[in-house]
């Protein structure tokens, strides 16, 4: 199994730009089935490279095609809108790669469509996720993993390929990697991945990848105290070396000066210590720890 | 984007909170002198001289004081122009018509990472650190966090009177106190702001409830709604460091540290990483750079040469796990880097793996450039990084 997405997940995609249609394309590639575009004013006409039509709006492409997963790679301007487009649609899923959305606009997007909605938002800031062999949304290269057990979780693009290559060599698959996303808000917390990975009965073990800023590393090491004690869990908390007050190219990774504390690696890793987690000082010595504890 | 004192109640001003009379901003200890002696014959008793520097703790570093003359201003200026408050040098200074004070009060508003809502915290006692207040005395402030649904039109009067009854303001100032309120809640949302914190609000004798202090923060993602906050760049406020400001114009996401081995890498994550693992090899980081996704080769060579450019940098680690960003392409823009610049002494540690690495290493290889030298891994980089750096 897997979770959030699969064989059955089908794909309309908000934003079909050159990067919207390149991914789209790379995805489809892949597998996963896209079955519509959506853009304001190309409503009718088809998405020629990757052949599926083009709707004017989501709630019309998922009237036709039975689309239940959006990939929203909009300008951050108006992702705002298009997060709660798909969610009045129906989108039960809704997958936002888009970078620099404003803090408040992600607020409201959150409040409506997960607090109050119920639906599953992932990101935004974010490379989306891939559940090996069967669906890949979003910007993850595939070809670097493979089906496996492995459940991974990450705020981060590129050094989450780090860990899944390192792993992949050492023969260890995924079953479901998902990319949080670096902003101060994002759809889904650590948390929620932890305990759908702790329903999910094909993943035995967990690598989760933090940074520095926010506290929703420590919710996770509770919730893996709380729920699966016994499922091997590994962690690495990117930036020990970054400096107080100075943000760490994500928006949300920063430790205030001042601030609440526990926010530093060195502070989250001794605090998921403390919940029995294994927390490497860097991604090679995570993959390394969690080829151990498979071994 | 954090703004200092004098912009925030600026901000303030124009989004109806009450602020003390405008005072002048000001560079140097005669404009300061100039701007006391103004103020002082609009007939305000007294000025206060105050340090605009984006960081707390002005007053008990000496940065904020109060004249009645001239010449009390001008030796205040004279203290206060070019002194260091926790590294932060002070090159502008606010002159203001003193207020007077009656009672002091703490109130804000800021983006509730955790609880994905508004935060506010009102308390009856101000004018002293907040968090010192938490700590002592937790019953004396009032906090709490409103959704975007339950603050859609904004906040309620009813909602901050509630507020500030519930912090124990005295009666009388109740009605202004909840009216300011919902106008720095306003602020807040139409301004974009995270944080917008004023410590102390006072009473004064007159029983008006006033903003004595702005400690504004605003989303530098929301910029393209506020005109790029191009109002806020004022020069010589707060200099940051000039590699800083100059990948800031470049869009490139950049900051200093204070290590030998310059660093550029793709991903926010990865880069962190990198830094984590140059000081695990016995080194430090010179600057965290990240190239970001899908880089161009044009990018690239702009981004390397930035590094190039601290003089602190004596070796430089490249580590790109591609993505979006393809291996030929960083091949390409550090070629290019090479081909720009003058001759530079410090070596490129190139780490490339991911999509394209394979175009991207041959690449490298045929060009047989001196400066570069390849390595397989993360971790089988940064040791060479460290030691080459240390060589030099």
């Known amino acids: 199994m897997s979770i959030f997405i699969d064989e059955n997940t089908k794909v309309v995609v908000q934003g079909i730009g050159s990067q919207g249609t390149f991914h789209a394309q790379r995805n489809q590639a892949y597998g996963t089935e896209v079955v519509a575009g959506v853009h304001p004013k190309k409503g009718g006409t088809p998405w020629e490279e990757l052949g599926v039509p083009v709707f004017t709006t989501v709630a019309e492409a998922v009237e036709a095609t039975g689309a239940n997963t959006s990939m929203v790679m909009v300008p951050a301007p108006f992702t705002k809108a298009a997060i709660l487009e798909a969610h009045a649609a129906g989108i039960a899923t809704i997958v936002t790669i888009t970078e620099g959305v404003p803090v408040h606009d992600m607020t409201e997007a959150y409040d409506t469509v997960v607090r109050r909605g119920g639906a599953r938002l992932i990101g935004p800031n974010c490379p989306g996720l891939i559940s090996p062999g069967k669906s890949n949304v979003g910007i993850i290269p595939a070809d670097i993993t493979m089906p496996g057990k492995v459940g991974l979780v990450s705020r981060s693009g590129p050094l989450t390929y780090q860990i899944m290559h390192e792993l992949a060599q050492a023969g260890i698959g995924i079953s479901t990697c998902v990319g949080i996303g670096g902003d101060p808000v994002i759809g889904t917390q650590f948390l929620d991945v932890i305990k759908a990975f702790a329903e999910d009965p094909d993943t035995e073990a967990i690598a989760f990848v933090g940074e520095i800023g926010g506290s929703e590393e420590q919710l996770a090491g509770e919730g893996i105290r709380d729920h699966i004690p016994d499922t091997p869990v590994v962690g690495y908390i990117a930036g020990f070396e970054a400096p107080e007050g100075k943000q760490m190219g994500h928006a949300g990774a920063i430790v205030k000066e001042g601030g609440p504390g526990g926010e530093s690696a060195a502070e989250k890793k001794e605090i998921l210590e403390g919940y029995g987690i294994a927390v490497a000082m860097n991604p090679s010595e995570a993959a390394q720890l969690m080829i151990q504890r498979l071994a | ?392």
């Open chain 2, 1 to 392: 984007m954090d703004l200092v004192e004098f912009q925030g109640k600026q901000l303030f001003g124009r989004n109806g909170v009450p602020v003390p009379p405008a005072g002048s901003v000001c560079h140097t200890v005669d404009e300061i002198a100039a701007a006391a002696e103004q103020h002082l014959g609009e007939g305000h008793g007294a000025v206060v001289v105050k340090a605009q520097v984006k960081t707390g703790g002005r007053g008990k570093a000496g940065g904020v004081k109060l004249a009645t003359s001239v010449e009390e201003a001008r030796a205040h200026a004279e203290s206060i122009v070019g002194l260091d408050i926790k590294g932060h040098v002070v090159r502008v200074v606010y002159v203001e018509p003193a207020s007077d004070i009656e009672e002091e009060y703490y109130l804000s508003v800021m983006h509730d990472r955790v609880g994905k809502g508004h935060l506010i915290i009102c308390s009856r006692e101000g004018g002293v650190d907040i968090e010192e207040v938490n700590r002592t005395n937790p019953e004396a402030g009032v906090k709490r966090t409103l959704t975007p649904h339950e603050t859609v039109d904004g906040l309620s009067s009813d909602t901050a009177r509630k507020i500030v009854t519930q912090a124990g303001f005295p009666a009388e100032v109740v009605a202004s106190a909840a009216d300011l309120l919902v106008r720095l809640f306003a602020a807040y949302q139409a301004e974009d702001a995270t944080l917008a914190e004023i410590n102390p609000l006072i009473r004064r004798p007159d029983d008006a409830v006033i903003a004595l202090d702005a400690k504004v923060s605003l989303d530098g993602n929301a910029a393209f709604r506020h005109d790029g906050y191009a109002e806020w760049d004022l020069e010589g406020l707060d200099a940051d460091d000039p590699l800083e400001a100059e990948a800031r114009a470049k869009g490139i996401q950049y900051v200093k540290l204070d290590g030998t081995v310059g660093v550029l890498g793709n991903g926010a994550g990865l880069v962190m990483a990198t830094l984590d693992v140059v000081a695990q090899s016995g080194g430090r980081a010179a600057n965290f750079l990240d190239v970001g996704g899908g880089a161009s080769a044009d990018a690239m060579a702009e981004s390397l040469a930035l590094v190039l450019k601290d003089p602190a940098v004596k070796s430089v680690f490249i580590n790109i796990f591609g993505g979006i960003t393809r291996g030929e392409e960083v091949a390409a823009g550090i070629i290019e880097a090479t081909n720009r610049l003058d001759e530079f002494p410090q070596k490129l540690v190139v780490r490339l793996d991911g999509t394209n690495a394979e175009e991207g290493r041959q690449m490298l290889l045929s060009a047989n450039l001196a400066q570069v030298v390849a390595a397989e891994t993360m971790q089988e980089a940064a040791a060479p990084a460290v030691a080459l750096a240390d060589q030099s």
